[in-house]
């Protein structure tokens, strides 16, 4: 138990904590949208009084921020929870008190189920309401336990404190778009975040000015489909993503944009053209198209072929030549074949790509593709995998590879793997090592690429002098 947070006896012999001592602890899994629900999760508690514990054990409140796409999520999340409910028995058998709480993604589709799995946790709530976690933890201190997977009316965005001063680093990433109308077959998100909604503009621009005001110079704007992002423009005009770019980009001090995730369906001719027409955004676009076969694509219901896919790239490399792709795949959707698996295997080698995720199809209960004929079995699923990411690392590789020699424009975002080591972004997104000052933190700086490893790159300094842009 560390200093500040020294139980009090009260008068029912229960022990309490001295109040404004409380601190939370976040363990986050999942995508990037996670990651920024993490953080704002720790805002909206720092209205409550609770600062944040740097490990479980200094934690009076530990929030599990968990992720529900694929099988194993749920595995993960009842055998963490038993090493918790340790924790939370040898701090009650030591006179203290630790809440558990489960948040994301799982919490929305199976919320009652973690209370009747695991009934020592106090708290489930989904991924729209945590800006109610003072009042629901209010409930925890009077019923016991609270459970709370609405879809609220009121956009959890317009309740959240603004960002807390300081807490950013040289990237952050800002939500602009949540939820998803798209419904591909195999996928729960649409069951898990809800309906698309963007947020307006005007407030997109005041949070990204926050961002800049405390540290940030790379922002990525996050949405489940970030492409598909339509909101009230500050003028009272309809805006796209496009012109939200062209907004952001003019905030001083914001030197770098990126977006993602991406739908092939709303890679606009707008959005196209910007990626040669803003400088700070950057040559780097995560869009997944799961397949390379159309029969695939169908059953997918992704509502885009694979020739639409590669007249997207062919489009996208005539704005911005130097563009690095990236990609999402899942091998051994229903009714794959050999044929449709060869058709993904053949898009990569069209499209060459920089980075790529690639994933075995997990039936996820609900959903339309769980419920298909012509499920494959787990050893093809493993085999196409390998071949698949074998073809992505040795793309990868060539790409990294292409970097060596030349000089890239890196933003220095945190200490490296040794002692005098930075590590930064290139603006293909490739992690870059280099020794350089602590002052370089939160700069761009050029650099002369040494090295490249598979995932990264080593450089050598070029320029002492910090870049204005880029
Ligand atoms: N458009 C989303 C996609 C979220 S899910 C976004 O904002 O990122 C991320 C990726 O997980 C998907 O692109 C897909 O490739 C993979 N995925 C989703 N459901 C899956 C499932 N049931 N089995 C395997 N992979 C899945
Ligand atoms: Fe899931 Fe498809 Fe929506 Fe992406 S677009 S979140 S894969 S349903
Ligand atoms: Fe996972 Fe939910 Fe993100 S299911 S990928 S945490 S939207």
Known sequence: MSAGRTPIAAAN?????????????????????????????????????YGQAASPAEADLIILNTCHIREHAAEKLFSELGRLRRLKESRAAAGGRLRLAVAGCVAQAAGAEILARAPFVDLVFGPQTYHRLPSLLARVEAEGTAIDTEFPAEPKFDFLPEQRAGATGPVAFLAIQE??????????????????????????????????????REITLLGQNVNA??????????????????????????LRLRYTTSHPRDMTDALIAAHGEIPALMPF????????SDAVLTRMNRRHRA????????????????IALSSDFIVGHPGESAADFAATLALVRAVGFAQAFSFKYSPRPGTPAAAAPGQIPEEEKKTRLATLQALLREQQGRFNQTMVGRELPVLFTGPGRHPGQLVGRSPYLQPVHLDAPHAWLGSIRSVRIL????????AASLQPQEHAAA
């Open 307 to 322: 020739a639409d896919y590669l007249r997207i790239v062919e489009r996208l490399r005539a704005a911005r030549p130097d």
């Open 179 to 216: 939820g998803c109308d798209k419904f591909c077959s195999f996928c729960v998100v649409p069951y898990t975040r809800g309906a698309e909604q963007s947020r307006p503009a005007a407030a997109v621009l005041t949070e990204a000015r926050q961002l800049v005001a405390s540290g940030a």
């Open 451 to 458: 090295a490249a490893h598979p995932n990264s790159l080593a």
């Open 13 to 49: 012999g229960k022990a309490e904590f001295v109040p404004g001592s409380l601190r939370v602890h976040v363990i986050t899994w999942g995508c990037q949208m996670n990651v920024y629900d993490s953080d704002r999760m720790t805002d909206v508690l720092a209205t409550a009084g």
């Open 285 to 292: 676009l995560h869009l997944p198209v799961q397949s390379g």
């Open 229 to 254: 992002w339509r909101g009230a423009g500050p003028d009272g005009k309809d805006w796209t993503l496009a012109r939200l770019l062209r907004a952001l980009a003019e905030i001083p001090g914001l």
